[in-house]
C-alpha cells in the first residue's frame, strides 16, 4: 500500500507570491491534518479535513486555507507569502473519523520563501 | 494549551548501546504517539500508546497516564537509528488528528 504522497518535493517562492501544496493520503483514509515544522518554533499544527470539511484548526493567520477533495485528497495555500513561511510542511492522514488514530506523515514539501 | 517537554534534547551514542528517551506533558492525555524523524525529513510512527508498554523489535515504549509521562526504549543502537524522536500528544477536547509535539531528541549513533 502507498503511503502518504506530498507533492512538489521542493519548492522556491519570493515574497508576497502564493503557493499551493498537495497531498495524497493512504488509500483508505479519510482524514488528512497538516503541520508546519520549522527550527524555531518546531512542529505546528495548522489544519485537519475529514469528508471534505475542516475539522479542526491551528493558530495561523487566514493567508493558511486548505481543502480536502472527494476522493480524500488535500491541498492546502498560503496566499501572499512572508519569509517566516519557509518551512517543511507535512501532511498526516488516517483512517478517520474517529477520533485519536495513529497518523502517516508524508515525506514533505520543503517551502523556501525569499 | 498542553505542554511537553523531552529529554535529553542530544544523544550520542556508540553502536550497540541502548537509550532511554523520556516525553513529560502537563495535563492529562487520550492520545500519545513517538514518531523518529530520518534525515530526509520524514516522520516515521513508532507507537501510538497513550498508555501501556508495547514493543516493536529493539524498540519499546511505556506511558503512565496518571503520571504524565511516556519513555521510549531504544536497544542494541543501529546508525540506521539516528535522527529525532518527538513525542506528540492529544487532549480529549481536541477532536481528530491536533498533536501537540514536543522538541525532540536528537539522536546520534556512531559506529
Known amino acids: 500500500k502507498a503511503g502518504v504522497t506530498q507533492t512538489p518535493r521542493y519548492l522556491i517562492k519570493t515574497r508576497g507570491q502564493q503557493v499551493t501544496l498537495s497531498c495524497s493520503p493512504i488509500s483508505g483514509h479519510r482524514s488528512v491534518s497538516w503541520y508546519q515544522q520549522t527550527p524555531g518554533q518546531g512542529l505546528q499544527f495548522l489544519f485537519e479535513y475529514f469528508s471534505e470539511t475542516q475539522r479542526n484548526k491551528g493558530n495561523f493567520p487566514g493567508r493558511f486555507s486548505g481543502r480536502q477533495f472527494s476522493n480524500s485528497r488535500s491541498e492546502m495555500n498560503v496566499s501572499t507569502l512572508e519569509l517566516g513561511d519557509s518551512a517543511l510542511y507535512l501532511c498526516a492522514s488516517s483512517l478517520g473519523p474517529v477520533d485519536n488514530e495513529k497518523l502517516f506523515f508524508g515525506s514533505g514539501t520543503q517551502l523556501s520563501v525569499l | 494549551g498542553i505542554q511537553v517537554e523531552q529529554s535529553p534534547p542530544d544523544l550520542i551514542l556508540q553502536e550497540g548501546a541502548n537509550s532511554t528517551l523520556r516525553c513529560n506533558f502537563s495535563?492529562?492525555?487520550?492520545?500519545l504517539q513517538w514518531f523518529h524523524q530520518n534525515p530526509w525529513g520524514q516522520l516515521i510512527n513508532l507507537f501510538y500508546?497513550?498508555?501501556g508498554t508495547k514493543q516493536n523489535g529493539r524498540l519499546s515504549a511505556t506511558t503512565v497516564a496518571t503520571e504524565r509521562y511516556s519513555l521510549l526504549y531504544i536497544s542494541s543502537s543501529q546508525t540506521t537509528d539516528s535522527g529525532v524522536y518527538f513525542c506528540a500528544v492529544g487532549r480529549e477536547e481536541t477532536s481528530g488528528s491536533r498533536l501537540t509535539f514536543g522538541e525532540g531528541t536528537q539522536l546520534t549513533v556512531n559506529p
Open positions: 500508546i497513550p498508555s
Open positions: 495535563d492529562s492525555v487520550n492520545n
